[in-house]
């Protein structure tokens, strides 16, 4: 209905273990009768939205990776990112009521699995409905989506066995199937996928996002991701590693094992004298590299099984984590001898919101 068209704002929600994921669609086609028409609780949430890039104490705009000139459902406009602690649901709820966005948005399309944890909480503080749709049909929506509008959404890590050649490099990604597809949130999920809307969830681990964060807060005393991520950056692992040139004093050669490879992770750690001269910067790396490695042992032994030669790793653990995603582009290459690619996304974090957004039918 139209009223509602031009009223509603278009908000798609992902709200995940971790991280809330909150994308906006702002209408930039309204005639100047739509707007004059515009009551005046949408025209403040809108500003309130679009001038700020930070929300409460918790709340940030993703501003690089606002996209504009986007349809959706014949209107054109622009597509923002928003995302906060999925602990500070109370406080958004709040947020939201004092704004006033209880007046006028009626239905919020939601997935991740707080849709369910959360419904009856946006029912009672904000009388909201949410229109909720699988996680994974999102994604796949959500990447297809994105990818259609962002000449520069996928790219890879070039040479990277070579770290002074290693450089961020576009992909067309223009003709997909089939891929892999591997979302590193708290938790970790593989997809293959072999056409738009054939797919399946073939492995997954416990061991992702969730567990480096937890894991790093323990061994570092650091408190944000954003610290994890700076400690691990200046750190070094084979400190806490034990590799094979540790156990073989160099190669081993029989197998094609190279001695700088890890043969045991964490395992200089039991040597008391090896604790006393670990730093914080060093366990923060190892904590890194040992969760990302085994992600990428398992997603290599996925593409293997369901002969894909493509992985798209995508999860806000990859968010600000160069290291991470070339430890993967590595691993990828190095392990399959150069046939399996690893490729990145820039909306990492977001195509779940995104596609659940798209999938809203009046
Ligand atoms: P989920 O849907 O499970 O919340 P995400 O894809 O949002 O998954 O990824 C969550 C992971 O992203 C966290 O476990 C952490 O490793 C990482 N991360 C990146 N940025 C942040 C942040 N600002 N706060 C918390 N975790 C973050």
Same mark, same amino acid.
Request: with cysteine; net charge positive.
């Given at each position: 209905? #139209?009223?509602?068209?031009?009223?509603?704002?278009?908000? +798609?929600?992902?709200?995940?273990?971790? %991280?809330?994921?909150?994308?906006?669609?702002?209408?930039?086609?309204?005639?100047?009768?739509?707007?004059?028409?515009?009551?005046?609780?949408?025209?403040?949430?809108? @500003?309130?939205?679009?001038?700020? $890039?930070?929300?409460?104490?918790?709340?940030?705009?993703?501003? !690089?990776?606002?996209?504009? #000139?986007? &349809?959706?459902?014949?209107?054109?406009?622009?597509?923002?990112?928003?995302?906060?602690?999925?602990?500070?649901? @109370?406080? &958004?709820?709040?947020?939201?009521? $004092?704004?006033?966005?209880?007046? &006028?948005?009626?239905?919020?399309?939601?997935?991740?699995? +707080?849709?369910?944890?959360?419904?009856?909480?946006?029912?009672?503080?904000?009388?909201?409905?949410?229109?909720?749709?699988?996680? &994974?049909?999102?994604? %796949?929506?959500?990447?297809?989506?994105?990818?259609?509008?962002?000449?520069?959404?996928?790219?890879?890590?070039?040479?990277?066995? #070579?770290?002074?050649?290693? @450089?961020?490099?576009?992909?067309?990604?223009?003709?997909?199937?089939?891929?892999?597809?591997?979302?590193?949130?708290?938790?970790?999920?593989?997809?293959?996928?072999?056409?738009?809307?054939?797919? @399946?969830?073939?492995?997954?681990?416990?061991?992702?996002? +969730?567990?480096?964060?937890?894991?790093?807060?323990?061994?570092?005393?650091?408190?944000?991701?954003?610290?994890?991520?700076?400690?691990?950056?200046?750190?070094?692992?084979?400190?806490? #590693?034990?590799?094979?040139?540790?156990?073989?004093?160099?190669?081993?050669?029989?197998?094609?094992?190279?001695?700088?490879?890890?043969?045991?992770?964490?395992? !200089?750690?039991?040597?008391?004298?090896?604790?006393?001269?670990?730093?914080?910067?060093?366990?923060?790396?190892?904590?890194?590299?040992?969760?990302?490695?085994?992600?990428?042992?398992?997603?290599?032994?996925?593409?293997?099984?369901?002969?894909?030669?493509?992985?798209?790793?995508?999860?806000?653990?990859?968010?600000?984590?160069?290291?991470?995603?070339?430890?993967?582009?590595?691993?990828?290459?190095?392990?399959?001898?150069?046939?399996?690619?690893?490729?990145?996304?820039? !909306?990492?974090?977001?195509?779940?919101?995104?596609?659940? %957004?798209?999938?809203?039918?009046?």
């Amino acid at each position: 209905n #139209d009223i509602m068209d031009i009223t509603m704002p278009w908000f +798609g929600m992902d709200i995940g273990g971790s %991280l809330s994921k909150l994308v906006y669609f702002e209408p930039k086609d309204s005639t100047k009768a739509e707007l004059d028409s515009e009551v005046d609780s949408v025209r403040n949430i809108r @500003k309130y939205l679009t001038k700020n $890039s930070a929300y409460g104490k918790t709340g940030h705009r993703d501003t !690089h990776l606002q996209l504009n #000139d986007i &349809f959706i459902r014949g209107r054109r406009g622009t597509l923002h990112f928003i995302r906060f602690p999925t602990s500070e649901m @109370k406080n &958004f709820l709040a947020l939201a009521k $004092s704004k006033g966005m209880a007046n &006028f948005v009626t239905t919020v399309c939601a997935t991740g699995g +707080g849709a369910y944890k959360f419904e009856n909480d946006f029912q009672r503080e904000v009388n909201m409905k949410l229109a909720k749709y699988d996680e &994974f049909d999102s994604l %796949l929506k959500g990447l297809q989506f994105v990818d259609s509008y962002n000449r520069k959404e996928c790219y890879y890590w070039s040479n990277p066995t #070579d770290e002074s050649l290693c @450089k961020k490099e576009e992909y067309d990604f223009s003709n997909p199937y089939p891929f892999l597809l591997v979302n590193i949130g708290s938790g970790v999920s593989m997809l293959a996928v072999n056409s738009p809307s054939s797919f @399946k969830r073939v492995s997954g681990t416990s061991l992702g996002g +969730g567990t480096f964060l937890g894991l790093c807060c323990l061994l570092t005393g650091c408190n944000t991701f954003e610290e994890a991520i700076e400690l691990a950056a200046s750190g070094d692992s084979t400190r806490v #590693d034990k590799l094979v040139r540790d156990i073989y004093g160099g190669d081993y050669a029989r197998f094609g094992l190279p001695g700088d490879l890890v043969a045991s992770s964490f395992g !200089h750690m039991n040597s008391r004298d090896k604790r006393s001269k670990v730093k914080r910067e060093d366990l923060a790396r190892a904590t890194l590299v040992t969760i990302t490695n085994n992600i990428g042992s398992i997603a290599r032994m996925c593409a293997i099984q369901e002969k894909i030669d493509r992985v798209v790793f995508i999860g806000n653990f990859l968010r600000v984590n160069p290291i991470a995603m070339k430890l993967l582009a590595y691993a990828m290459d190095y392990w399959s001898k150069g046939t399996m690619k690893a490729l990145f996304l820039e !909306h990492e974090g977001y195509l779940g919101a995104v596609g659940c %957004l798209l999938q809203y039918h009046q």
